[in-house]
């Protein structure tokens, strides 16, 4: 697996960083999934954010994806760091962005492989808008997030201020790797990013 030096743009420096690597099977892996054409849901209603409290965990019911939650930073190279791919069904929360539930992105990042097998975001490609995400948090308060829109993006193009800037309501951003597999640097050419609102809390 490789995350490789992010492409700075104007957005605020703990999210100036452009994700490039989610995983790598032995032996070579195939390709990865690719989305015919992004998917958009109609609007959803937005409840007001939460007060900031760490995740601890990550629930996603239609693609029977559940993992606890381990905060990461940066690489030394200033990549974002992320659990090792010998663990492809741990999933972590990029602790420099918003806590899930607070205003803003909060940036989940998790494998679509490792090591030969299915990574906790091996299915992402398959939400629909609609479908919810839930995040436990240290509060003892769930917050649930509805998908608005599913994207797939080449790491050469990525929408850096589109994914990681701003938002004025809570939002989630699910993000792992698809398209083909560029075997010379073993990463896949493309990211698969999953955004949703926040809709509930329990």
């Known amino acids: 697996m490789s995350w490789r030096r992010a492409a700075l743009v104007a957005v ?14 032995e032996p070579g892996p195939n390709d ?3 989305l015919s054409a992004p998917l958009t ?3 959803v209603q937005a409840i007001p954010p939460l007060p900031a409290s760490n995740p601890t965990e990550i629930k996603v019911d239609k693609i029977n994806a559940q993992s ?27 602790r420099l962005s918003p806590t899930p539930g607070a205003v803003g992105p909060a940036i989940i990042l998790g494998h679509i492989n490792g090591g030969g097998k299915d990574g906790i975001f091996a299915h992402l490609h398959e ?10 948090r240290e509060d003892g308060k769930t917050a649930i ?8 993006h080449s790491k050469n193009k990525f ?19 698809g398209g ?7 990463s896949y050419v493309d990211n698969i990013v999953a955004s949703g609102v926040l809709t509930g809390v329990a």
Not at 12 to 25: I, K, N, S, T
Not at 145 to 152: A, Y
Not at 180 to 186: D, E, G, L
């Open 127 to 136: 939400l629909k808008p609609g479908d919810q995400v839930q995040v436990k």
């Open 180 to 186: 083909a597999f560029n075997k010379a640097a073993k």
């Open 68 to 94: 606890s939650l381990i905060p990461t930073g940066l690489n030394p190279d200033r990549t974002i760091a992320t659990p090792p791919v010998s663990q492809p069904l741990q999933a972590s929360w990029y």
């Open 32 to 34: 990865g999934p690719t």
């Open 145 to 152: 997030f509805t998908i608005t829109k599913l994207e797939q």
């Open 12 to 25: 605020p420096a703990a999210l100036a960083l452009l994700l490039a690597g989610c995983g790598d099977a």
């Open 41 to 43: 849901g109609g609007p």
């Open 159 to 177: 929408p850096t201020l589109a994914v990681y800037g701003d938002t004025p309501e809570a939002q989630i951003r699910l993000i792992t790797c």
